[in-house]
């Protein structure tokens, strides 16, 4: 399949509020409320012929820039600002291919943002998520899936500047080897204030939506096989929490696996090792020790690609995420002792893709499997945004991922019941009906993909911007 080249000619930015069902702690922050960011762009191909695309990604305040000086808002306004830089330079750069639109603007892009003192993280927001929506258009114009064109390549990546580590890559060869999934196992996460079991809950806080509240809960629901959990950077609290945890696991997911996100929470690469050797002294987590599948960036991003992870890397795998700002990120970790990186769609897909063949090259050089990537969550919600990261994931052959909007918010909470059900009826495989409203179907732990192979970038439908509110000019930069 030949890349098209297309012309941005529009881009519509909406968004819309939404309330978390749980308080959700990781960080530095616990998340109660938060606002889903909505784009429609306009392409116009070769032939003149337009089509419309769309992508949906949550305006996180601090995990893209924790700086507490900022207010919630105010990181609101820097993602705003950060899709205003991208639109305006891939609307000026004329016709290319969806790839080229990415890789030709990605310098002016972080250094345009750097001026208005933009973090990387925040800088790669913009594009993430119009790279996304632009894609979506090609794709319905040609009538693929998400799957199907990228391993045709219909994208057009090849050999760039930008990621010159990759030069001579055969990228048609790469992207027509991926298999996609059609099932994936969803990873619980459990936040740091999250109940373990009905005792942690105080009476009368209940939220009795028919939802699962408890780590128990959850085991009995979903019946998950993978787990994230969170910990704080006080090795203390951390292994006490880990133990109250491993109760309910060992007793209601024998033979589980999990992964332990540190969210940056210890000052350095010795504070994290504490954890881990603390973890190997206590009897209560032998099983949940060897369940342990890598450890998520626990060292603060100031220091985590300085930082020497070797030592605790020689007890388990440790993969770089708050850290991975720029597109190169993955090669200072890996020389720091990182072997894993996290894909997130609101890092970019493209992002994920070359990282996933950085990984492939270096196994096949060191002939063996020691660099990997992972799929995390920053809270998706239902609807396009959950269902474009899972195609993401599903492309990349990951076995799990991490799943938590599913559970923090009550399904299409905060849409019209309308758009929820258009949903439902074209994904019928991914949500299940309630009386609530359609929901995320978890069946003993598994996702069902098969309904993401349509056209367009995971959604057979698109969400209702009607219902939404134009997105605001960005406050940004503040004086």
């Known amino acids: 399949m030949t890349a098209p080249r297309i012309t941005l000619e529009e881009v519509q930015a909406f968004e819309w509020p939404f309330r978390l069902r749980l308080p959700f702690r990781f960080g530095v922050i616990t998340v109660t409320h938060g606002r889903q960011a909505v784009l429609r762009a306009r392409i116009r191909l070769e032939n003149g012929r337009t089509a419309e695309g769309m992508a949906a990604e949550t305006l996180a305040a601090k995990w893209f820039d924790k700086d507490p000086t900022l207010t919630d808002e105010q990181n609101e306004h820097q993602l705003r600002r950060a899709i205003e830089i991208a639109r305006d330079i891939y ?23 750097a001026t208005e003192r933009l973090p990387p993280l925040v800088a790669g927001f913009g594009p993430a998520l119009l790279d996304r929506a632009i894609l979506d258009a090609v794709l319905r114009a040609q009538g693929v899936s998400f799957a199907t064109g990228m391993r045709a390549n219909v994208a057009g990546m090849a050999p760039h500047p930008v990621i010159a580590d990759l030069a001579g890559f055969d990228w048609d060869r790469f992207l027509a080897s991926l298999a996609p999934r059609r099932r994936i196992a969803a990873r619980h996460t459990v936040g740091l204030v999250d109940p373990i079991t009905a005792a942690d809950q105080a009476p009368g806080s209940r939220v009795e939506d028919g939802l699962p509240e408890t780590l128990e809960e959850v085991c009995m629901t979903y019946r998950h096989t993978f787990f994230k959990l969170k910990v704080g950077g006080d090795v203390a609290a951390d292994l006490d929490r880990l133990c109250r945890i491993a109760a309910v696991l060992d007793r209601l997911a024998p033979g589980c696996r999990v992964t332990l996100d540190g969210n940056e929470q210890y000052a350095d690469a010795e504070g994290a090792l504490a954890l881990w050797r603390a973890i190997e002294a206590e009897p209560r987590l032998a099983t949940l020790r060897d369940s342990v599948l890598f450890i998520e960036q626990p060292v603060r991003r100031a220091a ?51 990282n996933l063949a950085r990984c492939r090259s270096w196994n096949e050089a060191e002939g063996g499997l020691r660099y990997f990537m992972s799929g995390e969550d920053l809270t998706t919600l239902a609807g396009l945004c959950v269902q474009q990261d899972l195609a993401l994931v599903a492309l990349l052959g990951l076995e799990h991922v991490e799943r938590n909007g599913h559970h923090f918010v009550d399904g299409f909470s905060g849409r019209p019941r309308a758009e929820a059900d258009r949903f439902l009826a074209a994904h019928p495989g991914l949500y299940r009906a309630t009386e609530r409203g359609p929901r995320l179907a978890i069946a003993d732990g598994m996702l069902d993909l098969a309904s993401l192979d349509c056209a367009g970038f995971g959604a057979a439908v698109m969400p209702d911007t009607a219902a939404m509110e134009p997105m605001p000019k960005a406050a940004w930069p503040i004086s």
């Open 304 to 354: 985590a690609l300085a930082a020497d992870m070797a030592p605790l890397a020689a007890h388990r795998a440790v993969i770089v995420d708050e850290s991975d700002g720029t597109l190169d990120a993955f090669l200072a970790a890996r020389q720091r002792g990182y072997s894993g990186v996290s894909s997130k769609a609101c890092k970019g897909f493209y992002k994920s893709l070359i």
């Open 91 to 113: 609307r000026a750069a004329g016709p290319e291919t969806p790839f080229g639109l990415f890789a030709n603007g990605y310098a002016e892009v972080m250094a345009r943002a």
